[in-house]
């Protein structure tokens, strides 16, 4: 007997797995999203998964969740070959999942929420008291604790999120999938998110991480598996890898994580609001009297949770929201209501990149070459009068993709066929090339992917340098750090702190992002 | 006394036109609260009333007739089923097409059938549903001011009238207390977290849809076999309608339902008791003014002196995965 090794010494030496996905291949119409992709999870372990946008990691894990079913390949749970064909099959074989949105249903209590689809009975009354027996425990255990009689949409993001995790422990699940879980947090959420995983995992539960934040990556995860393109491309040991390391796999090429700047010189005043307040239809105050000014030649980005005012305040210093109180100037003179007309304003060089492009920032449906000239059709170059000159307008739009690496170069496919970095491109050069005296610009790199970004950055920057002022919005504080040259943070709608970015940490910015450290400030 | 009589007789007539508004209603409510707007209750209202008046002018009973109207009112929730669920169309161009299918149909069977200008022949004795007493109201009359309202409002009404009340009474507890109300509930705001708890989410759908079909078709069935005694063309007179904003005013809840369709109902009644009468001061008011009433408070009402009505988030939206 002692003399032969069995197989369950050799399972010994290798850690058991949790997950084993095996040549998974999944199209949708023209976009192969997932090309043969292989992946091996170990049982207890967090696993991360990196990649760009649009590289197959949703896709992979809506596969795991039942969401979506693979054309081809194998999904193995515990060792045992499974088919999930239905999120109620993968619940079944232990999987939970965490989805980006929420799959929460905000009218209904906490307790609703996590017995829908568990309920234990065609009556409610019995259920309920099993599943108030089960958070107790789970409070109890690691620390989750949570009302139950709470409703969801009254509570702050972290306990929604806090919820959506209740809801997989609830239905025994032992893999659990978090899609980009950190994107709605603070930092001091989001560290204590990553404690919770931690705890998890020291359990004996196996958490997969799906991120593009590689800070996370290298902060929380035992392993991490990176996607390109819909391929695996490399599964490493977190301890033997760097982010240069992670994000050129992502890329596929040599990526720059910081951008180069020169320190600002800053000119004069361009843009300055004083006690703005903005309403929203309830009469609620999203802007609550934030004044601040931009200079010539800076980059004033504003951090924030998303949700604090930030948006508002960016439509409203744009003209899109009425004041309810408060003044805004350009370049020294107080703009009149008729004067933040949004048309007049950009007639006067104040452009604006929306935080939304698909929703104010381009239509869609459009040519590309038409959303390239959105907002101004009725200047001379593309007709002045009731024609457009289609010519004028293809060769501009073509001149611009060329200029910011649009692709494909095509002036005529419609708008939504481009991918969210390039849809970006059209905006930015739209606006930039107009040559603003001021560019107000929200979330410039959402949904975009990491070349983009790094081009998207280097803009930005020589922007500043030609003494264009610019204000960024963005809930991406690393974005924020990087290019920003004065940092305001908002909470509540109200101006929490300002901050010079080498005066500063992410600690620092994320507890005026709470609203709690005005007092150290 | 005299003011007292009237006033029973007008509340007595509320709650019999409240009736097939609250059927109409408490569909409505089914099915929007699954998420799938229904606009064509009026549509269905109106095949259940044909459909039962015909089926118990031939087979002379009553309760065939309610049947009848019942699997009509279905045949047209079905249909809207399949192009709101699984064909996820609009939701209001398919009610509006219910509607006016049936109004069409029932007028052009009818008259193909009964060669009545659209009616079918006058409907007599089991083939209609007759008023009901409750125990001790012969006995309770007497009693002063309460006597008259139990015995003459609450009692002398048909089945049916009984039956609505305990149509809210169950939708009220089925969607508070029980797995499938809780899921109905879900469906309606966020069908996405249905669908990812494992839940069928056309499922439901068609489930909701279908009892809003049982519903209008016990609405359809009193209007030609209690409230009447056959079919007329378009004998729902907009009822579908009165019902969506009754389901608006109760902010997509049972019992408010309940109030909100006796309140339209009152209205109703009071509309026809003023005609002819001489108001003080004013003198004979027309016709057409009072009939008016209803759906100027209806208007007066939505307009501003509810609150906030927030329909259910996920209504009107057809449901389709997202990558």
Known sequence: ?????????????????????????????????????????????????????????????????????ADRGEIRVGGVARRIRSPGEA??????????????????????????????????????????????????????ALDPDAIVGDLPVGLQQRVEIVKALVRGADVLVLDEPTAVLTPDEADGLFRLLRILADEGKTVILITHKLREIMAITDRVSVMRRGE?????????????????????????????KAPAAPGPVVLAAENVVVRDARGTARVDGVSLTIRAGEIVGIAGIAGNGQSELLEALAGMRPLAGGTVALEGRALSPAERDPAALRRRGLLHVPEDRMRTGLVPAFEACESAMLGFQDERRYGAGALLDRGAIVSDALERMEAYDVRPRAPLLKTSKFSGGNQQKIVLAREIERGPKVLLVGQPTRGVDIGAIEFIHRRLVALRDQGVGVLLVSVELEEIMALADRILVMCGGRITGERLPGETDERDLGLLMAGVAERAA | MEELSAAIAVFDSGVRLSVPLLFACL?????????????????????????????????????????????????????????????????IVSGVAVNMLAAGLTALVGNAWYGQGGRTPALEGAARFEPITLPGAEAARGIPALGPLYADVLS????????????????????????????????????????????????????????????????????????????????????????????????????????????????????????????????????????????????????????????????????????
């Open chain 2, 156 to 323: 002398g009404h048909t089945v049916l009238v009984y039956a609505a009340v305990l149509a809210t009474l169950l939708t009220a507890a089925t969607l508070k207390r029980t797995r499938f109300g809780l899921r109905i509930r879900a469906v309606g705001e966020n069908p996405a977290a249905v669908d990812t708890a494992g839940v069928s989410v056309p499922a439901l759908r068609y489930a909701a849809v279908l009892i809003a079909g049982v519903l209008c078709g016990f609405g359809g069935a009193y209007l030609s076999l209690a409230q009447a005694a056959g079919f007329l063309p378009q004998m729902t007179a907009g009822k579908g309608f009165i019902a969506l904003a009754a389901l608006i005013f109760a902010k997509w809840r049972a019992w408010p339902a309940l109030g909100a369709c006796f309140l339209f109902g009152l209205l109703d009644a009071i509309s026809i008791r003023l005609q002819g009468v001489s108001m003080p001061g004013i003198g004979l008011v027309p016709v057409q003014a009072i009939q008016a009433l209803p759906y100027a408070l209806t208007v007066v009402l939505l307009a501003g002196f509810i609150g906030r009505a927030i329909p259910p988030r996920a209504s009107g939206l057809p449901y389709v995965k997202e990558r």
């Open chain 2, 27 to 91: 569909a409505g409510l089914w099915s929007e609260r699954s998420g799938v707007v229904d606009i064509g209750l009026e549509g269905k209202l109106l095949a259940a009333a044909f459909a039962a008046a015909a089926a118990a002018h031939a087979t002379g009973s009553a309760w065939t007739g309610l049947g009848a109207g019942v699997l009509a009112s279905l045949g047209f929730a079905l249909v809207h089923g399949f192009a709101a669920i699984a064909q996820r169309g609009n939701q």
């Open chain 1, 232 to 260: 695996m491309v490399a599964t490493l040991d977190t301890a033997a890898t760097s982010p240069a390391q992670l994000a050129e796999l992502m890329v596929g090429r040599r990526v720059l994580l910081r951008v180069e």
């Open chain 1, 1 to 69: 007997m002692t003399s032969n090794v069995s197989p369950v010494s050799l399972d010994r030496a290798t850690p058991p797995l949790a997950i084993e996905l095996v040549g998974i291949d999944k199209r949708f119409g023209d976009v192969h999203a997932n090309k043969g992709v292989d992946l091996t999870v170990r049982k207890g372990s967090i696993h991360g998964i990196v990649g760009e946008n649009g590289a197959g990691k949703s896709t992979l894990m809506s596969i795991l969740y039942g969401f979506y079913e």
């Open chain 1, 91 to 144: 619940i079944a074989a232990g999987i939970g999942m965490v989805h980006q949105h929420f799959m929460l249903v905000e009218p209904l209590s906490v307790i609703d929420n996590v017995m829908l689809g568990a309920e234990g009975g065609p009556r409610l009354a019995a259920g309920a008291r099993q599943v108030r027996a089960r958070l107790a425990q789970l409070a109890a255990d690691y620390g989750l």
